[in-house]
């Protein structure tokens, strides 16, 4: 919004920190002047293309899931976003087959594609799951996730907060509804109705890429129910505070990890996945 639509000089900010001390901030932008056409082609030596993939290749970087195992018990996997391939939710699943116990943490997590939840579905359990029945304008059609050749049985915890929407959502209500494991968290931003993109352009030589997705079908979980602007209610809500915040700390996901019988701080959990600032 303020960096593309409506660009602004600066941003003024009225901040709070845990003691509840106030004060104002002006933040200045970093004003950088852009083309304003890009040359795709390569021709010429243009370079604008090899920018583009770059860039690409750090939002791929940014994005990547990432593991952490606490001894021979614990295997903690953090989803961003749904956008892998099932050799990729295979590979992620292999390194938790090492141990008896999971935290999957979808927090911020504001979904993808549909593909990559039918996957990870079926990594966790050993036969066909539905995930919710597809409500569109002339019919329903089931969403079923087939199981992996090697499903992960042990114990599952699964961490999700207001930040996680559409197939991180349904992911989490079906474990809750298939009580294959536990959610913990905050309420879910209830924002799972499927869409569809589709891409269009104009131009011959010089091209205008443009696109619009379009919400097609609703999606009714097993139980009857939609989670659009309901969200999903985590089995046990469990907030940081911001205090925890402030100093770095995360003491939803340490209790997690101690839930499943391995003890760490709240700054141990903290350094678990920090988070990586894009390069500007």
Do not use: C
Not at 60 to 84: C, I, S
Not at 94 to 118: E, F
Not at 256 to 261: D, I, K, P, Q, Y
């Amino acid at each position: 919004m303020f960096s593309a639509l409506r660009p602004q000089p600066s941003l003024h900010l009225a901040l709070q920190d845990p003691a509840g001390t106030q004060r104002q901030v002006e933040v200045a932008a970093k004003i950088r002047q852009t083309k304003r056409v890009t040359d795709l082609t390569g021709e010429g030596g243009a370079s604008d293309i090899w920018d583009l993939i770059r860039d690409e290749e750090t939002q791929e970087h940014l994005l990547r899931a990432q593991t952490v195992e606490y001894g021979d018990q614990v295997t903690l996997l953090n989803v961003p976003e749904f956008r892998f391939s099932s050799l990729e939710v295979e590979s992620m699943l292999g390194k938790a087959h090492k141990h008896d116990n999971l935290v999957i943490d979808l927090r911020g997590n504001p979904g993808g594609s549909v593909d990559t939840l039918k996957y990870l579905v079926g990594g966790m359990f050993d036969k066909e799951i539905k995930i919710a029945d597809r409500v569109g304008r002339k019919d329903t059609k089931p969403e079923i996730a087939k199981p992996m050749h090697n499903p992960y049985r042990g114990k599952l915890v699964v961490l999700v907060d207001a930040r996680s929407a559409s197939a991180a959502e349904l992911f989490a209500r079906v474990i809750q509804l298939e009580k294959r494991g536990v959610v913990i968290g905050d309420v879910t931003q209830g924002a799972v109705m499927e869409a569809k993109h589709y891409e269009e352009k104009a131009g011959v030589d010089t091209v205008i890429f443009y696109g619009a997705s379009v919400t097609e079908w609703d999606l009714v979980m097993s139980d009857g129910k939609s989670l659009e602007h309901a969200g999903v209610t985590p089995d046990e809500i469990r907030l940081p505070s911001p205090h925890a915040l402030a100093n770095g700390r995360d003491p939803v996901l340490a209790h997690a990890v101690e839930m499943l019988g391995v003890k760490i701080t709240g700054e141990e959990a903290g350094k678990a996945f920090p988070y990586e600032w894009p390069p500007e």
